[in-house]
Structure formats: structure tokens, C-alpha cells
């Protein structure tokens, strides 16, 4: 069961424009995650977003967590060839009986130059 | 500084047969997490280790299990495998149990059951 939807699944874009993708679930999360992910490599971590509300800038790159820190944004201004990969948020929980870490479903971008 | 390590990097394994997957963590990380990724899927959480101990643990069957070894490498034990075990399964490790720290991934093992 996928607690975390992504969207959109696909986006294909020209170099320069922007984006945003978007990171939804019913449920509240410790905190979230964003990573990035290319064929045949693991996720890499872009950003951890603990309270809600907040907003990370990273370059280009804008990620918020929302208020009731259940869902999450991701958006990129200017778009280059480099971004193209599998973007993945990650919902953390701490619970009672251990951790939990939940990934979304995937944003596959690809940017043509 | 060599990152997460994981071995094998590719197994072909029978249906039924079992496997052992190993993960070193960066050095100085004491919590190590196991995730299967489907292809076109995200990673699904299956356990995390803390200083030996289990800290947490995803909706998987009983033939999962794993370990974590006193030098906090750890390893992935998966029995009587099926064809809906093959998958990329990746190893992450972190300085901390808590889930608000960040986590680095390997670069996966691919397993194919046959």
C-alpha cells in the first residue's frame, strides 16, 4: 500500500521551463524526505523537511512541507538536461512499535535540451 | 571515503532457493535500513537496525529477516524465494536511528528469481 502519491507520474519538459511536483498523503509524517535517483543507482538525498510550513531552497531547487506536514512540494525553476532523473519523496514516522519510512510512487522527469 | 557498499551487485537465484545480501555502511553510521524496489516503483521500507537491534520494520512476510553485526555491516537473509522477489534491493545507512536524519543509499543488488 502506497501511503504517499505522487504527481504527476511522468513530465517531460524543454530545457528552461519550470515545474513542480507534488507529494500527497493522508497521513502525518515525522518528516520528509526528497531524493533523486538515476537508472541503476540508489536515491540521493536532495533535502529533509522536519516542521511544518517549512521551505528549502537548494539552487534552483524550492521544497515545502506542509502545514499539517502531510503532504509536500517539490519545484524547479529553469529546468536543465542535469535534473533528469526519478525525483522520490520519503514519509518518516515514529511510532510506537519503530520506525517507518514510506516512499511515493515516483515522478519519472525527463528535460530535453 | 567509500560510500555504502553492497554485495553482490547482481544474483540470479531459483524459486524456492534462498539468499543473503550484504550491505557495509559508511563509516561511523550505525543504523542501516533495507528497501525493495520493484521496477517502476519507489522503494518499500522492509527493516532498520539500529546498534544490532531492530528499530523498524515494513509489511513483509516472515521469510524476510535480517541482521546487523557488531562492526554494523549488515546483511539480508531472504528465504523459499519467489518469482515476486526479484526486485532492486537497496541498503541505506545513517548516523542515527531517529528518522528525521538522512539516509545514504547504495547502489543496490539485483536480484532476479527464476
Known amino acids: 500500500t502506497q501511503l504517499l502519491e505522487q504527481s504527476p507520474q511522468f513530465l517531460s519538459i524543454q530545457e528552461g521551463e519550470n515545474l513542480t511536483v507534488y507529494c500527497n498523503s493522508s497521513?502525518?509524517?515525522?518528516?520528509l524526505q526528497w531524493y533523486r535517483q538515476e537508472p541503476g543507482e540508489g536515491p540521493v538525498l536532495l533535502v529533509t523537511?522536519?516542521?511544518?510550513?517549512e521551505v528549502k531552497k537548494l539552487k534552483r531547487l524550492t521544497f515545502q512541507f506542509g502545514d499539517a506536514r502531510k503532504d509536500s512540494s517539490l519545484h524547479i525553476t529553469a529546468a536543465q538536461p542535469g535534473d533528469t532523473g526519478l525525483y522520490l519523496c520519503?514519509?518518516?514516522?515514529?511510532?510506537?512499535?519503530?520506525?517507518?519510512?514510506?516512499f511515493g510512487t515516483g515522478t519519472s522527469l525527463t528535460v530535453i535540451p | 571515503d567509500a560510500g555504502v557498499t553492497q554485495s553482490p551487485t547482481h544474483l540470479i537465484k531459483t524459486r524456492g532457493q534462498h539468499v543473503t545480501l550484504r550491505c557495509s555502511p559508511i563509516?561511523?553510521?550505525?543504523?542501516v535500513s533495507w528497501y525493495q524496489q520493484v521496477l517502476g516503483q519507489g522503494p518499500q521500507f522492509i527493516f532498520q537496525?539500529?546498534?544490532?537491534?531492530?528499530?523498524g520494520r515494513g509489511n513483509f512476510p516472515d521469510r524476510f529477516s535480517a541482521r546487523q553485526f557488531p562492526n554494523y555491516s549488515s546483511e539480508l537473509n531472504v528465504n523459499a524465494l519467489l518469482l515476486g522477489d526479484s526486485a532492486l534491493y537497496l541498503c541505506?545507512?545513517?548516523?542515527?536511528?531517529?528518522?528525521?536524519?538522512?539516509?545514504?543509499f547504495g547502489s543496490g543488488t539485483r536480484l532476479t528469481v527464476v
Open positions: 541505506a545507512s545513517s548516523s542515527s536511528w531517529h528518522p528525521n536524519y538522512g539516509y545514504t
Open positions: 497521513s502525518v509524517f515525522s518528516s
Open positions: 523537511v522536519v516542521t511544518g510550513g
Open positions: 520519503a514519509g518518516l514516522s515514529l511510532t510506537d512499535t519503530g520506525n517507518q519510512f514510506y
Open positions: 563509516s561511523g553510521h550505525k543504523s
Open positions: 537496525y539500529y546498534e544490532k537491534e531492530e528499530r
